[in-house]
């Protein structure tokens, strides 16, 4: 059955124009690849808005969610959830326990010969591929025993086409790993309005390109993301449909406060060593310091400053901040933290302008007071 996917920033996403193998009569089970589900609350508000609309569609629908994250993705979102794969890179790959007997005697051997000099570090790199090896053998087999009574696999929203987030064997891996197994389940795998982030080694290329020209339908959420999937070798038909969190609708703003302004202000751990794909302490500590700057600056105009995170992770980013303001700009500032997408949007209905980032050319202090004085004043 053939259906459009024209989908506008002001409605919820369309899913005419993807084919689905279900029967009439027989409730469609349908799956969601997602690269996430720890609390992120744009990836939140894509799962939130992709759900929505294939329950809109087919009421009846058995949802499958597959994500890193799937105790907290059934929780959140009322669906039976799997991890995405068996794969555990740094960064990215779901929650386990110890595995079965070989997995657990590998780790055990590696433990008593970690002193060692060269034994230790080999029985090391053997036990972690002798996990990854069972755990994706397990998650594959799991994943063809659905498959067997599929009618969709989705992989919608999001910067799916991308390997910085656990390297060629993270995502790029996941989506060949499905594309594989749902070509030959004979099952419809299709993209809804994917980003494309960055692609560094050839095999990661290469396993994204796999899994692009297989599917019977891929939509990309912008003009950059379609140039660089064409850049793989796509030659097949790609529409741009917006990010699918624009989907969700917030209520009208509440009534502005005056004088001044209500700001919010979300930092990251951009960079933070630990907490991110390339990591530096120095350029991470001029961000905060950067944000610290702002905040003071804005204080000092008469505005409120809401800092708040979208990302439970980013926390750490705002104590860092708060931590180096004095007890008088405090006092013009507060910290927030919405726990779904819904509380975040009736959090932005008070304020008057969201400051998410900073550019790379917005990396000096006086930049970037310059560029949030033209904004709001």
Known sequence: MLMSAIARPESTP???????????????????????????????AILQATFEAIRARWPDVVLRAFTLHPTKTAANHRVEAEPLT???RRLFGAPRGDGPFLV??????????????????????????????????????????????ADLVLASGGGQLDAVWGGTWGQPYALARWAWLARR??????????????????LSRRFLKYAVSHATYCSVR????????????IETELPIVPDLAFALQPAPP???RRPGYDIGIS??????????????????????????????????????VHLFVTDPADMDAVQEIWARLDAMTRIRCSVAHATTPDTLLEFFRRLDAVIGTFTRAQSANTHGRRWCSHVLC
């Open 104 to 149: 657990r005697a590998a780790s055990g051997l590696a433990r008593r010969a970690r002193g060692i000099p060269l034994l230790g570090r080999a029985t090391g790199w053997a036990s972690q591929w002798i996990s990854a090896l069972v755990f994706e053998t397990i998650s594959v087999r799991r994943a063809w025993k659905w498959l067997q009574t």
């Open 185 to 202: 389940a004979r099952v419809p795998f299709a993209f809804l309005s994917v980003g494309y982030g960055g692609t560094p080694t050839r």
């Open 267 to 304: 930092p990251m751990i951009y960079m933070r060593p630990g907490s991110w794909p390339h990591e530096n302490m120095a350029d991470y500590q001029r961000y905060i310091a950067l944000w610290t700057d702002l905040v003071v600056d804005r204080v000092a105009r008469g505005d409120r």
């Open 222 to 233: 912008d003009a950059g993301s379609l140039a660089l999937t064409r850049k793989l070798g």
């Open 86 to 88: 068996g794969v555990n």
């Open 14 to 44: 369309d899913l005419r124009a993807i084919p689905t193998a279900a029967t009439p009569g027989r409730a469609p089970r349908i799956g969601v690849l997602y690269p996430s589900g720890a609390g992120n609350l744009g990836d939140e």
């Open 254 to 256: 509440l009534r502005p």
